[in-house]
């Protein structure tokens, strides 16, 4: 429906015969903008009295209210995310899938999609989303747009990740305060007395005291101001605490990724007990000074960013002992990322290398008397099972690479790479057949030993021949002395660890140079 505007008043002398029948609805008086007087109305006659991106004289910058909720004010998500059950395939599809992998939980077929069933019965195509996480997918969607979803421990079935873990990870509103004139000048009786402004920019911790009836056993008390905590699992009594927004109510690992990348500020701080009195005070130093992705990326510059994704989400998990953080895998993070820096002995090495954290494939049989490994599919991520190199990151040397095929070829280009990625290389062996590498790294004392393959698809063969490749006779011709030796010394102390790695290239995804750990090849 068109606007009505109100006719203009006619001037004196002037007639308006072109519009017989038009009834003259002008009022008396035009309506007044709030807070006008009568008699003071401006001259309307005289246009463009105010330029039109120009503020009228008695205008009043907008104020916004905060008032405080009561303690027993119920709040809840809205989402307006569809429900999970829009995602379900129709029974005469699911009927055709194949049986979920033993491994994984996907009813994978020929064209490379991945199909879960879930707790609930229900049965949906899954997706990598472009952070990594996996959601419901349509089928007619190329970017996923259902819901995350996580293997339900122990079991084949998957489930909907829960909300909690979700809900602020990827954004979060931040109020700013900006006062007007006259601002808490009095505190009426509905109004709270204003707080002066204690340094929020520079310290915003300083704004998350809690109140006394939402304190809870694990609070602690800093200058007669308490704090929320994150959780203190098993070490009540540790000297270092981390006092938190009492916004934020767990941390998982999404969430403290967020925190990191868009609010470095706001994520916990650091506080110790200082004797003798053992009162709390706050560190002034910020626990973290980047993304946790970040920080492997700074020791593993070339891992795809699926892989540093994948790494530091494994990390995050092993020093907390869960997906939820504690002020104890906090800690033990930060001495992972400070034993980096300064290169020094780690006592948790599989926090510090990346290679330590893969879950083992098993070795199964193939066709005849062939062995297979199956490489897992370069978008999964639960668990960790392989490192995944961008060939985009070293395309030069990756196009050498691809256009040579002798032994000594492979063994140079994954012994620079491994170089550059903060690993230490034994002597290349001579010999020109069943290329291997062993290399170490500074930290920790565990050996690796893999070999090379250059994979079109998703299968490592392995013939009988390749026995040969681990006979001790050979070992000083293939990998050379020094490394025997090495491999000798890790093996008696149970230190050697098996890999297979090399490039490998697939239709629907991008080349790339691969790295999983396998059991023992020589049984």
């Keep these: 429906m068109s606007p009505k505007y109100p006719s203009r008043p006619k001037a004196p002398g002037s007639t308006n015969d072109s519009t017989p029948g038009r009834r003259d609805t002008t009022a008396d008086h035009l ?32 104020a916004v209210e905060i008032t405080d909720l009561p303690a027993s004010t119920h709040i809840s998500r809205i ?13 005469k599809m699911v009927d055709r899938l194949p049986a979920p992998d033993p491994l994984t939980g996907f009813r994978s077929i020929s064209s490379r999609r991945k199909f879960v069933d879930l707790v609930d019965g229900g049965t949906v195509l899954l997706g990598t989303d472009r952070h990594g996480h996996l959601r419901v997918k349509r089928l007619s969607e190329l970017e996923p ?3 995350r979803l996580e293997r339900v421990e122990g079991t ?4 909907q990740v829960r909300a909690v873990s979700i809900g602020t990870g990827d954004s979060e509103l931040i109020i700013t305060r900006h006062p007007l004139a006259g601002d808490g000048l009095e505190a009426g009786t509905s109004r709270r007395p204003r707080i002066p402004d204690t340094g929020a920019s520079s310290e915003p911790w300083k704004n998350w005291g809690i109140a006394a009836h939402h304190a809870s056993p694990g609070d602690i008390s800093i200058e007669g101001v308490r704090y929320k905590t994150v959780p203190r699992v098993d070490a009540s009594d540790h000297p270092i605490a ?3 927004n009492p916004a934020h109510l767990i941390y998982d690992f999404d969430l403290f990724q967020a925190t990191l990348r868009q609010h470095i500020e706001q994520q916990p701080r650091g506080a110790i007990q200082v004797p003798p009195t053992h009162h709390w005070e706050v560190d002034p130093r910020l626990p973290f000074d980047r993304t946790l992705t970040d920080y492997v990326a700074a020791y593993f510059p070339e891992l795809s960013d699926l892989s ?5 989400r494994k990390q995050f998990s092993l020093a907390n002992g869960s997906d939820i953080a504690t002020g104890a895998g906090l800690t033990t993070l930060r001495q992972v990322f400070t034993d980096w820096k300064t290169s020094s002995v780690t006592p948790r090495p599989e926090l510090a290398d990346p290679l330590l954290m893969l879950s083992v494939l098993q070795t199964i049989p193939g066709k005849g008397s062939h062995r297979i490994v199956e490489l897992p599919d370069p978008a999964d991520q639960v668990p960790l099972q392989r490192l995944q190199f961008d060939s ?3 395309s030069g040397e990756w196009r050498y690479f691809s256009s040579s095929l002798t032994a000594g070829a492979i063994k140079r280009f994954m012994k620079d790479l491994l170089t550059r990625n903060g690993y230490t290389v034994f002597e290349l062996g001579p010999a020109h057949t069943f290329p291997t590498v062993v290399f170490t790294r500074t930290g920790h004392d565990f050996v690796f030993y893999m070999s090379l393959h250059r994979i079109h698809g998703r299968k490592v063969q392995i013939s009988p021949a390749d026995e040969r490749r681990y006979v001790p006779e050979r070992l000083p011709e293939l990998i050379g002395p020094a490394a025997m030796r090495a491999v000798q010394n890790a093996e008696a102390a149970n230190k050697l660890i098996w890999l297979k790695g090399g490039g490998q290239i697939l239709a629907d995804h991008p080349d ?12």
Excluded: C
Excluded at 44 to 60: C, F, I, R, T, V
Excluded at 308 to 312: Q, T
Excluded at 512 to 523: C, E, K
């Design 31 to 62: 309506p007044r903008r709030p807070g006008i007087l009568p008699g003071h109305e401006p001259d309307l006659s005289q246009p463009h009295l105010y330029p039109e991106h120009s503020a009228a004289p008695d205008a009043q910058p907008a």
């Design 79 to 91: 989402t307006t995310d569809h429900p999970i059950s829009h995602y379900y395939l129709p029974p």
């Design 145 to 147: 747009s259902g819901p």
């Design 156 to 159: 084949l079935a998957w489930r």
């Design 242 to 244: 981390y006092i938190k």
């Design 308 to 312: 540093l994704l994948n790494v530091a």
């Design 392 to 394: 985009q990151k070293f």
């Design 512 to 523: 790339s140079v691969f790295i999983v750990r396998t059991d023992d090849p020589r049984r």
